[in-house]
């Protein structure tokens, strides 16, 4: 689900409706705006943005996303390494970064609920995907607060 602009995986492309059945694309709740911005300026690595896309990608226990890079934005954003600022919830995922799209050379980090990536500057394309979801790892307290079904929930926001 995007927010913001709306995000088609099938052209790779962003725009204001969703091509399935022409709604808007809802907009960003300004806390969740907040959150993304506070964690940036707190690394204080990247320049701050005004979010204008937020995708929201749920990944089942069995979810993957294979290495890639992020490059759809605008031009102007990616020349000036304009971070994306990524949020993770629920079960842990083994996220895997490196220059290459091969996963034997790429590093692995786990991202635990509540872990913020970000991806700017000289890393702005470095390739990443998601390896695997480890089942069964939402901490007790998120799970007892929310019901959160299981899985991973991760919140990306960038600045087309
Ligand atoms: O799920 C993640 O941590 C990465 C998501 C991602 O790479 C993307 O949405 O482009
Ligand atoms: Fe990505």
Redesign the pocket.
């Known amino acids: 689900m995007s927010l913001g602009k709306n995000w088609d995986l099938t052209t790779r492309s962003y725009g204001p409706t969703r091509p399935f059945d022409g709604a808007q694309a809802p907009t960003i709740p300004d806390a969740f705006k907040m959150i993304a911005q506070t964690a940036n300026s707190t690394a204080n690595e990247f320049p701050q943005i005004n979010p204008d896309v937020c ?1 929201v ?1 749920y ?1 089942t226990n069995s979810g993957k ?1 294979g290495l ?1 890079q ?1 490059k759809d934005e605008s031009k102007s954003s990616i020349n000036q390494g304009l971070p ?1 600022i ?1 949020i ?1 919830i629920g079960d842990t ?1 083994e ?1 895997m970064f490196g220059d290459t799209r091969d996963k034997g050379k790429a590093t692995k980090i786990d ?1 635990e609920s509540g872990d913020v ?1 970000i991806l700017g500057g000289e890393s702005r394309l470095l390739f ?3 390896s695997h979801v480890k089942t069964n790892t939402t901490p007790t307290w998120l799970k007892e607060a929310t019901g959160l079904r299981p899985g ?1 929930i ?1 919140l ?1 926001f960038r600045q087309y």
């Open positions: 995708i990608n990944y996303l890639h992020d994306f990524s993770s995922a996220f991202l990536l990443h995907g998601i991973r991760n990306t």
